[in-house]
């Protein structure tokens, strides 16, 4: 049963598509008229499918009832055979007995159990008989009791029927003309106002609605042949257009209406157009014809002999006259006729006319008074008073109706040009009423706020300018012009950047200043321009120190460099910049400087930052041995052997106790034994006493260092002395001892230091404990006594010459050279002269040129050593100040330790001069002692040439 119902749904549906798509087309083909085609779905393969005598479904339905042995799966399986590759056919792969047709509207399955049965269709020729015999009304008809039912007819099959009868039907259709009603189903339910999309969409798309929509919008649903056409409407055109063929006269209409060419076309036997202009010419012709009949009705009236009328018949006139002169008048027909039926109408009506109703009109014409005006048309209207003065104050009431009409709309629209032409038209007749006024003050207030805008929206933005202009144009209810769009959302942007600015230097938060200036630089944001301001001048500036502070702090706590930490705390300071790692570096700078010192030495050394650990390593020995060098005299160091012990060693003749006095002081002879117990605490006898050789060995090498002693193999007695220093980590005190010895009351120096030529052997001794210190350092025990030796200020021109300071605190950090890294004697060899057999200089010139690094225990440039380095913040120039006589004087902004300063210098800085002599203050001691700059002579006592 479905599938005959789908069967007549396609059937109908071919009829549809040749009615609507195909002879559509035939029709614009006939006529030699270009079109585009619309592609729709042709359904000629699905009736194929279903009705074809050779291999279609009802056909071989038809053919398996014939079979002796036909059955629903014969049907299948020969339906499959010969349909297996029709693309609108398909077999279903779960159920044998199952097929799919692709019908028009869609794929629709199908079960063949049970075809055959109903196809078949036959009834007993008894049944028959018996339902012929039945009383029932509806029964009598099916089956007439005189209707005969032939063999061939009984065993006709229901598919043959049904094809049959579709057959005459779709016969019956196709000699009609016929207009098509679609039927959508709006829901499943049944239910009033309720539309189901979906459901909809798919009911016109299946039925071919939209594509017949497409060739109708494409077409020319309008034609009429060449005579109707010409016939028609050629009234309508100003100019003749009579030409020879009626085709001809078809393109002279068009022409003179200007009709659009591709909205109409003039095909061999017909013009086909669209709606629109089927509607410009009908209402051309309407007007044309109306007006001819206007113009005949007052012909004829005219015609008419109105004082040979009696009252009755004189009042149908004037009414008759009066339509008729209205329509004129509402045509603007002027003809003759028109104005001598208008003349006799005013003749009429003068003679009727209320003279209050005249002094109406006046007064409202005078006044240009719209009620009034509307008041008095009415009572006329009603009287049907047609005059000259009634002309005139309609013709007056309809301009002032256009005037408000056009005011209504400019005022709504708020467009100057709209209201500068509203406002002409009312100048044109003198209309001033308060909508008049009303609307120049509104075309004064647009204009000034265009300017505004206009003034405001001039780069640099200006907040004030954008907040008067938005404000003046909200007041105004001016909103809707692109200028007040654009103001506006620039004035928010600016508003919103504002915040964000004055938030971030509130705050003075690195990334809130960034977002800031990100959305201040961001064009988007500002029609295309950057927005520059006072403000954000200051939070650039501002960023570039944050960023700066940021940055140094994070590096600061990270490294601790003095001069960078007091840099960013100073900085900070005057930006006015708090948070957890500024204030930590900011209390290592307020607070204790030896534990500032201690801090910087830590993360210097973690950060293998070795020189500047180095360098600070040197202030904080300062400060651990400020005002107690005096702590730190040999005589109390614990390592030494009893004097008188010592002394006792000795096998040579002498006074015991002046050898034991003298342990620590200079000495002209040979050392007979280790001054230190190093060797004391060596179980082995025989190591013990090799280290004693190797001690007085080494401390022969220094007598000869010092030139004190004969000596052809100076090299060879330094790269030995430093070497076994280096093997025998006890003799090393001993070594630096012996130095400080040979250093102290030293009578070669005393002796000789009026000599011109002399060089100190103290001198010597501190460059040989300078060497040392290249190679291999003190005890800790020893560390401070050596120290303290150092910052003597009767060698401190010596120990600056050699950095001795830093080499100490270098190779005590870096602890002793290895066997192999000791100078040889090739590196002390070539610069070593020889003052006969004695040394006298250069064999250490080579080994300190290439391993001294003096440079290395100097502050780096641009910093200070005493703990107040000058302010180096982002963009700053050091600020210079000038003193009371005008000479400029740098500034520093950065406060020493809460101690008071920093480390004391290695050469205490001179406080007075005269002469070739200098006075210095010995940090140790705080005490005033004086060298001589040429002889680096020092003495506790003033000289004469100072007094």
């Not at 063949?112 to 008989?129: H, P, S, W």
């Not at 809707?480 to 915040?499: E, H, K, P, Y």
């Not at 201040?520 to 200051?538: I, P, R």
Request: hydrophobic share 35%; proline share 3%; charged share 30%.
């Amino acid at each position: 049963e479905q599938l005959c119902i789908n069967y007549t749904n396609e059937m109908l549906q071919q009829h549809f598509n040749n009615n609507t798509f195909k002879i559509e087309e035939q029709v614009y083909t006939s006529e030699g008229i270009e079109f585009k085609h619309v592609d729709f779905i042709d359904n000629e393969p699905m009736i194929e499918l279903i009705t074809n005598p050779k291999n279609g479904i009802l056909p071989m339905l038809d053919e398996e009832l014939v079979i002796p042995s036909g059955s629903d799966k014969g049907f299948m399986e020969k339906l499959g055979e010969h349909q297996a590759r029709n693309p609108v056919y398909s077999r279903s792969r779960k159920n044998f007995m199952n097929f799919v047709v692709k019908h028009y509207a869609g794929e629709v399955p199908y079960d063949a159990e049970g075809f055959l049965d109903k196809n078949r269709d036959t009834l007993q020729m008894d049944i028959v008989e018996m339902l012929q015999a039945s009383s029932n009304t509806l029964i009598g008809e099916l089956y007439p009791k005189d209707q005969e039912v032939s063999s061939k007819e009984r065993k006709s099959s229901l598919s043959k029927q049904f094809q049959q009868q579709l057959r005459d039907l779709m016969r019956q259709l196709y000699r009609t003309e016929p207009h098509y009603i679609r039927c959508v189903k709006p829901n499943h339910d049944k239910a009033a106002m309720k539309f189901v999309p979906q459901l909809c969409y798919e009911q016109l798309t299946y039925s071919g609605v939209f594509e017949a929509v497409a060739i109708r919008k494409q077409g020319y649903p309008f034609r009429l042949s060449h005579s109707d056409f010409a016939e028609r409407y050629a009234k309508i055109c100003k100019k003749d257009v009579a030409s020879s063929s009626e085709k001809g006269t078809c393109e002279a209409i068009v022409k003179a209406m200007k009709l659009k060419a591709e909205n109409i076309r003039i095909g061999k036997t017909r013009v086909l157009y669209r709606a629109m202009e089927y509607r410009r010419l009908e209402l051309e012709w309407e007007i044309i014809t109306k007006n001819e009949r206007i113009i005949t009705a007052l012909e004829n009236i005219m015609a008419l002999d109105h004082e040979s009328m009696d009252d009755e018949e004189k009042e149908d006139y004037i009414i008759r006259l009066a339509d008729a002169v209205r329509e004129a008048d509402l045509f603007r027909i002027n003809t003759k006729s028109a104005e001598k039926g208008r003349a006799l109408l005013e003749h009429f009506v003068e003679e009727r006319m209320d003279a209050k109703v005249k002094r109406q009109l006046e007064t409202a014409r005078d006044q240009k008074s719209l009620p009034k005006l509307l008041d008095a048309l009415e009572i006329c209207e009603r009287e049907g008073f047609v005059t000259k003065l009634v002309r005139e104050c309609r013709q007056l009431c309809e301009e002032i109706e256009d005037c408000e009409a056009a005011l209504t709309f400019a005022v709504a629209e708020m467009k100057e040009d709209h209201l500068e032409k509203a406002l002409e038209m009312c100048s044109a007749i003198k209309y001033d009423a308060e909508s008049v006024q009303s609307a120049r003050k509104m075309l004064k207030n647009i204009k000034k706020a265009r300017k505004g805008v206009e003034k405001a929206l001039v780069p640099p933005y200006k907040v004030d300018w954008l907040k008067k202009a938005v404000d003046f144009c909200m007041n105004i209810n001016f909103t809707s012009f692109d200028g007040f769009v654009l103001c506006n959302a620039i004035r928010q942007s600016v508003t919103t950047a504002r915040q964000m600015l004055e938030d971030g230097q509130a705050k003075k938060d690195q990334q809130l200043l960034e977002q800031a200036l990100f959305f201040c630089y961001d064009t988007k944001n500002f029609n295309g321009h950057k927005y520059k301001c006072t403000l954000e001048s200051e939070c650039k500036e501002l960023l570039e120190r944050v960023t700066w502070v940021n940055k140094e702090t994070v590096k600061g706590i990270r490294e601790c460099d003095e001069h960078q930490v007091r840099a960013v705390v100073a900085e900070a300071a005057e930006v006015g910049m708090r948070n957890k790692d500024i204030d930590s570096l900011r209390k290592l700078v307020k607070g204790d400087y030896g534990k500032f010192l201690a801090e910087q030495y830590k993360k210097a050394k973690k950060c293998k930052h070795h020189d500047r650990a180095i360098r600070v390593s040197i202030k904080l020995k300062d400060r651990e041995l400020e005002g107690k060098l005096g702590a730190f005299e040999l005589a109390s160091w614990g390592g030494l052997k009893d004097p008188m012990a010592w002394s006792g060693e000795s096998w040579t003749w002498g006074s015991t106790s002046k050898r034991a006095n003298n342990m620590l002081f200079w000495q002209k002879d040979h050392l007979h034994s280790p001054i230190t117990r190093a060797a004391a605490t060596i179980a082995d006898p025989n190591a013990a006493k090799a280290l004693a050789t190797v001690v007085t060995n080494g401390f022969d090498t220094v007598q000869k260092f010092m030139g004190e002693r004969n000596t052809l193999k100076m090299p060879f007695r330094l790269t030995e002395l430093l070497t076994d220093a280096v093997i025998n980590e006890p003799m090393r005190d001993e070594v630096y001892l012996h130095i400080m010895k040979q250093c102290t009351r030293n009578g070669e120096d005393v002796a000789n230091q009026r000599n011109p030529g002399w060089r100190s052997h103290v001198g010597r001794g501190i460059e040989l404990m300078a060497l040392c210190a290249l190679v291999f350092p003190p005890s800790a025990t020893f560390e401070n006594f050596v120290e303290a030796f150092v910052r003597n200020p009767q060698h401190a021109e010596s120990v600056s010459k050699f950095g001795l300071q830093g080499l100490l605190r270098r190779r005590i950090y870096h602890q002793a050279l290895s066997v192999g890294a000791v100078p040889t004697v090739g590196e002390f060899m070539p610069q070593c002269r020889m003052d006969g057999k004695r040394y006298a200089d250069g064999a250490t010139s080579a080994v300190y040129t290439k391993h001294l690094r003096l440079e290395a225990f100097a502050e780096p440039k641009g910093k200070k050593s005493k703990g107040s380095p000058e302010k180096a913040g982002p963009g700053k120039e050091k600020k210079e100040k000038k003193d009371k006589k005008g000479k400029k004087k740098r500034s520093s902004t950065s406060s020493a330790g809460a101690d008071g300063g920093g480390a004391a210098a290695a050469v205490p800085a001179p406080v007075a001069s005269a002469g070739q002599w200098e006075a210095a203050v010995d940090p140790t001691s705080g005490k005033t002692y004086y060298y001589n700059t040429e002889t680096k002579e020092t003495k506790w006592e003033q000289p004469e040439s100072m007094a």
